[in-house]
C-alpha cells in the first residue's frame, strides 16, 4: 500500500481564489492527502469551498500580526495532530506564522510562493527584512515568474539552488465557456448593455497597477467613442482616493467601479478591450490578468512587466505600450478599434499562448514533483 504524503497549505487574508480551488480539485488524490490551514478574521468564499469538497481544514481567527503569537501555536498543534510532511505556505502573515511553526515542529519541507517582488523593495524598504527571514526560513521557495526569480537571486541574495520556478496555472477553458445569459446578466448589473467599446480593468486601486494612466486615456478616447465604457473591477486599494479624483474627470454615466465580482469568467466576456498597465519592468510579480484576458479572447493592451515579459510579443498576442504613457495607451484602443484583423490576430494568438505555456496541468505536475522531493 502506497502511503500518501501529507501536505498542509496555510494561507492568509484570502476570500476566493481560484488557484487553490484548482489545487483542491486536480492535485493527485493518490500521491497526497490535502488540508488547509486559513489565517482569516471570518468566514470566506474558500472557506465554504473546502467544506463543499470535504477538504480537512482549521480556520485561525487572524485580524493582525498581535495574533501572530497565538496563530503560531495553534499552526503547531494542527501540524502535529496531522502529521503533517510538508508545509505550504502563501502570503506575507501565513508566511511568517507557517513557516516558524513548521520549522518548530520539525517538518523538513517547508515551501512558500512568493508572490511579490519589489513591492517592499520600492513602497515598505523595512519589510524587506522580513522578507530575508522568510526565504531563510524556508526549505524551498516558488518562484511564479523570472522576474520574482531575479529578484530573489540578485536583490535578496538567495541561493537559487533553493528556488522552483513554477507559473500560475489556469483552467483555460472555463475563460471561454461562459452562457451568454451570464454575460448579459453582468452587463446589465453593471450597465453596460449598448455600451462601445467597453474597456475593462481588473486591478486593485495600488500606485502600481497604473490605473491613473488609463484614466486620462479612457477621456480621451470619448472623443472618438462618446459611447465608450470604462469598468473598473477589485475596485478598491490605498490608491482610492487619488483614482477617484480622476474620475471626477469623466461623464458619471461613463465608467462603473465593482469592488468584487465572483464570476470573473463572465465579466471578461462583458469586456471589448482590456487594459492592464503596470508602472514599471520590475513591480508585477505575475500579473495574472495577462493571461486570464487571453485566454478569455479578449484584445489586450499591456505594459511589459512581471510575467508579461516572458511571452507577449507586441502586434502578435497584444499591444505592448511603455510605462506611464496615457496617449500610447488611447492610441492602441483606437488602433484595436479600427482594425478587425488585428483584433483577430490577437485574439487567436493570445489564446494559443496562454495555452502552451500557463495550462493548469503544468502548474499542478510541478507542484506535485517539488512536494515528492526530499528536503
Same mark, same amino acid.
Given at each position: ?27 493527485? $488524490?493518490? +500521491?497526497?492527502?490535502?488540508?488547509? =490551514?486559513? &489565517? ?5 468564499? !474558500? %472557506?465554504? *469551498? ?104 540578485? $536583490?535578496? +541574495?538567495?541561493?537559487?539552488?533553493? =528556488?522552483? &520556478? ?5 483552467? !483555460? %477553458?472555463? *475563460? ?37 494612466y488609463i484614466i486620462p486615456a479612457f477621456k480621451s478616447l470619448l472623443d472618438s467613442y462618446p459611447n ?28 462603473t467601479e465593482i469592488p468584487f465580482e465572483e464570476d470573473l469568467f463572465s465579466l471578461y466576456q462583458t ?102 522531493e526530499n528536503s
Open positions: 500500500m502506497i502511503t500518501k504524503k501529507r501536505i498542509t497549505y496555510i494561507v492568509s487574508n484570502i476570500n476566493k481564489a481560484l488557484a487553490f480551488e484548482w489545487v483542491v480539485q486536480y492535485l493527485s $488524490k493518490d +500521491k497526497f492527502e490535502l488540508s488547509f =490551514i486559513l &489565517l482569516n478574521p471570518g468566514d470566506s468564499v !474558500l %472557506e465554504r *469551498f473546502l467544506i463543499e469538497h470535504k477538504t480537512p481544514f482549521i480556520r485561525i481567527s487572524y485580524h493582525g500580526k498581535k495574533d501572530l503569537p497565538g496563530a503560531i501555536s495553534q499552526i503547531r498543534q494542527f501540524l502535529k495532530k496531522n502529521q503533517t510532511e510538508v508545509v505550504h505556505c502563501h502570503l506575507f502573515d501565513a508566511n511568517v506564522a507557517g513557516l516558524i511553526a513548521a520549522r518548530l515542529t520539525g517538518i523538513k519541507k517547508r515551501i512558500f510562493t512568493r508572490h511579490h517582488a519589489t513591492f517592499h523593495h520600492q513602497y515598505f524598504p523595512r519589510a524587506v527584512w522580513y522578507d530575508r527571514f522568510i526565504n531563510r526560513m524556508a526549505s524551498d521557495i516558488i518562484a511564479i515568474s523570472e522576474n520574482v526569480r531575479h529578484v530573489l537571486i540578485k $536583490k535578496e +541574495k538567495v541561493n537559487s539552488n533553493k =528556488i522552483t &520556478l513554477i507559473h500560475h496555472g489556469f483552467e !483555460l %477553458e472555463k *475563460f471561454r465557456e461562459i452562457s451568454e445569459e451570464k454575460v448579459n446578466k453582468l452587463k446589465d448589473r453593471y450597465k453596460t448593455l449598448g455600451k462601445y467599446p467597453v474597456i475593462g480593468v481588473i486591478s486593485r486601486y495600488f500606485e502600481l497597477k497604473g490605473i491613473q465608450a465604457h470604462l469598468v473598473l473591477a477589485n475596485a478598491t486599494g490605498n490608491y482610492k482616493q487619488e483614482i477617484e479624483q480622476l474620475l471626477q474627470t469623466l461623464p458619471p454615466n461613463s465608467y469586456f471589448d478591450i482590456f487594459i492592464h498597465v503596470s508602472i514599471n519592468t520590475d513591480i508585477e510579480a505575475f500579473g495574472q490578468t495577462y493571461v486570464e484576458a487571453l485566454a478569455a479572447g479578449i484584445p489586450s493592451i499591456f505594459t511589459l512587466s512581471g510575467v508579461a515579459a516572458e511571452f507577449i510579443q507586441d502586434g502578435k498576442n497584444a499591444l505592448v505600450v511603455p510605462f506611464k504613457n496615457s496617449d500610447a495607451i488611447t492610441d492602441a484602443c483606437k488602433k484595436i478599434l479600427a482594425d478587425s484583423n488585428l483584433q483577430n490576430t490577437l485574439i487567436e494568438n493570445g489564446i494559443k499562448s496562454v495555452e502552451e505555456q500557463f495550462a493548469l496541468k503544468h502548474m499542478i505536475s510541478k507542484l506535485e514533483s517539488l512536494y515528492l
